[in-house]
């Protein structure tokens, strides 16, 4: 029976931050980044862990670190247990599938988010205002809809509460033109590359986020990328647009959260046990259609 990790204490070693999924602990110039089990909701981190989901997470991100090495350099150094620092050695059995040692960059503090199709809080937006991001769209588009073309629609990430939708000329403002541009062509094309690759194996990349950080004065990857916790992936198979799809990312758990009488507010209620082991399938299921192995290979 694998075991749920939502938090580690590793003594010894210095704990840099606790993000909403990720324990990230520092080495100086590198990181260690732990993907626990933990999942979060409507901004909530959810007192239940998701069989897997770390691993999941993890390894995924690893995967595609290598995939799209061609495009842009990432932070990875290594998945592999025997090239993290001797110190860390001895938490093997935490660590195992779900750490991965990192470059220590300067990050930079906005969301790189590409999206290919209308859904979530730019479906919401467009209902009100017909544009996303401030980029006009076609008129009478419903859920789900693809885009006449990928968008790029920045986000300032926030510590806590929501990220905050911003224009690219906001964006400009932020980081100046050139940045922002060079960062806007590399989503883009790490989306379309991404895309291409997915609707292959039986996926539709509806949207998905990326993060940056800057080393040496070098654009560097950084965070997780193509995740079912930072992107949307639906079925190629059962898509239907005009409503929500079937989803393989967190999207059964916030339907399940909306499903109830809850305010959003801390604290969040409890899962309940069917729906912790759904939600460890779908993400399996992600994993193993995109990469083609299965979580628990060897």
Known sequence: MEKVIT?????????????????????????????TDRISAFDCVLEEGIPLKGKVLNQLSSFWFKKTEHIIEN????????????????FKDILQGRAMLVKKTEPIKLECVVRGYLSGSAYREYKKTGKVAKITLPENLRES??????????????????????????????????????LKDISLEIYKFAAEFLDLRGFI??????????????????????????????????????KPQESFDKQFVRDYLDSLNWNKLPPPPPLPPDVIQKTSQIYQKAYQKITGKSILDP
């Open 7 to 35: 938090k580690t204490n590793l003594p010894g070693l210095k704990l840099l931050k606790r993000g909403k999924v990720r324990d990230i602990y520092d080495f100086g110039d590198k990181l260690l980044i732990v993907s």
């Open 75 to 90: 932070h990875m150094i290594s998945t592999n247990l025997e090239d993290f620092p001797p110190e860390v050695l001895s």
């Open 145 to 182: 809809d693809p885009l006449p073309y990928p968008i790029f629609t920045p986000a300032i990430k926030a510590e806590e509460g929501h990220d905050v939708n911003i224009s690219f000329d906001e964006m400009k403002k932020i980081l100046g033109e050139k940045l922002s541009q060079n």
């Open 205 to 242: 990349l509806a949207d998905t986020k990326f993060e940056f950080g800057m080393l040496d004065g070098k654009i560097l990857l950084i965070d997780e990328v193509l995740t079912p916790d930072s992107s949307r992936f639906w079925s190629k198979e059962s898509y239907t647009p005009g």
